[in-house]
Nanobody
């Protein structure tokens, strides 16, 4: 069974940066995509960014311009570099992947942007 484990969340001041990591473990094969969603308090979960097996990336509105997604295929790990963070970026960030035909979610990591 495949699991996704996120790390890198925490408290950061406005204008700061964070890098989130998500590692897939277990029987990892046939990875179609890996990516990130986020859910703020009282808000719907929304796509931040996704990277496909061939390297193509897509960004949702929250991820455009300030965030960059990347991936280390050898480590089955996806990263989200977040720069120029704003208080409205405060949310739980969830790793999401399609592996072996199954869509899988991580447990989430909290990012708080506050002075």
């Amino acid at each position: 069974q495949v699991q996704l484990v996120e790390s890198g969340g925490g408290l950061v001041q406005p204008g700061g940066s964070l890098r989130l990591s998500c590692a897939a473990s277990g029987s990892v094969f046939s990875v179609s995509f890996m990516g990130w969603y986020r859910q703020g308090a009282g808000k719907q979960r929304e796509l931040v960014a996704r990277i496909f097996s061939g390297g193509t990336t897509i960004y949702g509105d929250p991820g455009k311009g300030r965030f960059t997604i990347s991936r280390d295929n050898a480590k089955n790990t996806v990263y989200l570099q977040m720069n120029s963070l704003k208080p409205e970026d405060t949310a739980v960030y969830y790793c999401n992947a399609r592996i072996g035909g199954n869509e899988i979610w991580g447990q989430g990591t909290l990012v708080t942007v506050s002075s």
